[in-house]
């Protein structure tokens, strides 16, 4: 009998514990990735300084790139600045936005990337995918996998909590996301890919059944491994789906419809898987979410975030027209604008009951 098995693409080293930025070089050498220490580090100009001030003197080979903003305009001037110098790799020093314009930098130019997360706001730090802002609003670019995914915990603890927080809600989307694929499935026979699908939803229930929060260590360690999980699950099914469904689709909505005023990714979608559960009759795990994001500090209603109840509607109407194509609980309940309204009326008092 023959032995079938596929290559998973996922970083060869996942580094996850307080100090891990102090042996950096030397994890970058020991795996092989940078054993001169020629790196190209883009990082951020605002909370970046600090770091860069910090591993400058560890990496005396490595040039440093600020990166002003997640931009593809910015993502495409940093890959013309570093090509052709003979890097070994591209490191992203930062945020979600500027290990976005990293990853699709290093992709441009043919170099690995090594993630490097200074906070822990949505899973784009360990996916095949950097989102960029572009003239059309935001765009999804498809890129290699990290070749390496370093956090170290005593940074996190310095980010902002609110941004640490999103992370959460991006976590717990996935459930809702499974949820959909597995109606696409039962619907309109879509393959779901079972592998992507278990650490997707894995990495959601670790964090929706932890009992810690964002000032524990052990808490803020199965976030970010949750976190990674749920890249790696994008990287195996080839797309999105296992990490991106109505939930995602109700995000998207209002980045598009309020470009000015959107919340933070997880915050968005933390709220719209909450309401996406009630919508396909799940009402406890709906209230579970709600109770869970309530606990971290994260919203459960769009007033919590600036939107009115009449906004929200708008943006759930809106939602299946940012992802064409794609198969959740919105499509497949088709509802009018009336039955939004009442399904979310009777979602807001249920999570207030």
Not at 28 to 35: C, E, H, N, P, V
Not at 104 to 116: D, K, N, S
Not at 140 to 161: C, F
Not at 193 to 208: F, I, N, P
Request: hydrophobic content about 45%.
């Amino acid at each position: 009998m023959p032995v079938l098995t596929r290559l998973i693409p996922s970083p060869v080293v996942v580094d996850i514990s307080r100090g891990a930025l102090d042996d950096l070089a030397g994890l970058l050498a020991d795996q092989r990735i940078s054993g001169s220490g020629k790196l190209s580090i883009a990082v951020s100009g605002g909370s970046g300084q600090a770091l860069r001030e910090r591993l400058a003197p560890v990496l005396p080979e490595a040039d440093w790139y600020p990166v002003a903003d997640g931009t593809i305009d910015s993502a495409v001037q940093l890959a013309d600045d570093i090509k052709g110098k003979r890097y070994d790799a591209v490191v992203g020093l930062g945020g979600g936005k500027i290990i976005d314009v990293a990853k699709y930098a290093a992709a441009r130019v043919g170099l690995p990337m090594v993630a490097v997360a200074t906070n822990l706001s949505h899973d784009g730090i360990c996916s095949p995918v950097s989102i960029l802002d572009n003239d059309n609003g935001r765009g999804s670019y498809g890129v290699p996998t990290p070749i390496a995914m370093v956090v170290d915990l005593a940074v996190i603890r310095d980010a902002p909590a609110r941004f640490v927080r999103s992370g959460i809600g991006d976590a717990l989307s996935n459930i809702s996301a499974i949820a959909d694929w597995e109606l696409a499935h039962r619907i309109n026979g879509e393959p779901v890919d079972g592998l992507a699908a278990a650490m997707a939803r894995t990495a959601g229930e670790a964090v929706l059944r932890h009992p810690g929060t964002v000032g524990d260590d052990e808490f803020l360690t199965v976030l970010a491994e949750a976190l990674v999980l749920s890249g790696i699950a994008m990287s195996i099914s080839g797309d999105t789906r296992p990490s991106s469904g109505a939930c995602h689709e109700i995000s998207h909505a209002f980045d598009l419809l309020h470009p000015k005023r959107s919340a933070l990714h997880g915050e968005q979608v933390g709220l719209g898987a909450a309401f996406a559960m009630h919508l396909r009759g799940a009402h406890e795990e709906s209230q579970l979410f709600a109770e869970v994001l309530r606990r971290h500090g994260l919203p459960v209603l769009p007033e919590e975030i600036g939107f009115s109840a009449d906004e929200f509607v708008r943006a759930v109407a809106y939602a299946p027209q940012t992802r064409p194509g794609r198969f959740t609980i919105l499509e497949h309940l088709d509802l009018s604008t009336d039955q939004i309204r009442d399904a979310y009326s009777e979602y807001a008092t249920t999570i207030s009951s």
